[in-house]
């Protein structure tokens, strides 16, 4: 199993030291522990996204990408599933073809659903509210309350990009881009209420 915990509160320069202390070596021997792959890629990306977030910018992060030990971590997560955000469609041209459900699109299997559940998000990006109605970018495959998102296109002029830390699509969202994938969707829904039933039952 591994070992590594990295803490919310943790600045990049100790980011950077955790996955140079990542053993690739026994995280490979143990690949198939989809659920301790997911949380750790999870716990990475929480702690980055709130670092970055207090630093409003992304220096540290894009170092952390060029690490080659991190480039191998991620070589080893491609083995399970397209990882939302690390891989971007390029875009056609010509006739459009008809655009195939997310959940279809990450090619994950009911396995790799249970466990892509701990990775889904429950909080929407622009506004930190609970997710009641996510729909999916299908270009980076984050996740955004639809009312949200639509409302920052208005506001901006449909100048708005992913507001996803480090997410490569730099194109502005459009409409077009967002869809509803029932399995994902539901998913979503489902570890919203389990973390608000896990809330009541601790303050009973």
Request: proline share 5%.
């Amino acid at each position: 199993m591994i070992q590594t915990q990295l803490k919310l509160s943790i600045v990049p320069d100790a980011i950077m030291t955790a996955y140079n202390e990542l053993d690739i070596e026994e995280l490979v021997q143990n690949e198939k522990d989809d659920q301790q792959v997911v949380l750790l890629l999870q716990e990475f990306e929480e702690a980055s996204d709130k670092e970055m977030a207090k630093r409003n910018e992304d220096i540290g992060f894009k170092e952390v990408r060029k690490n080659a030990k991190y480039q191998q971590f991620l070589e080893v997560l491609d083995q399970y599933y397209d990882r939302p955000g690390e891989k971007v469609e390029k875009e056609e041209t010509g006739v459009a073809e008809p655009v195939p459900e997310v959940s279809e699109v990450l090619d994950v299997s009911s396995e790799g659903l249970e466990a892509l559940n701990e990775y889904l998000p429950t909080t929407d990006p622009f506004t930190k509210m609970t997710l009641k109605d996510p729909y999916i970018n299908r270009i980076c495959k984050h996740v955004y309350e639809y009312q949200s998102v639509m409302d920052m296109m208005i506001t901006s002029g449909n100048k708005t990009r992913c507001p996803y830390v480090g997410c490569s699509n730099k194109k502005y969202i459009l409409p077009d881009d967002l869809v509803k994938d029932p399995v994902i969707a539901a998913k979503i829904i489902e570890r919203v209420q389990d973390e608000i039933c896990g809330v009541y039952m601790t303050v009973d």
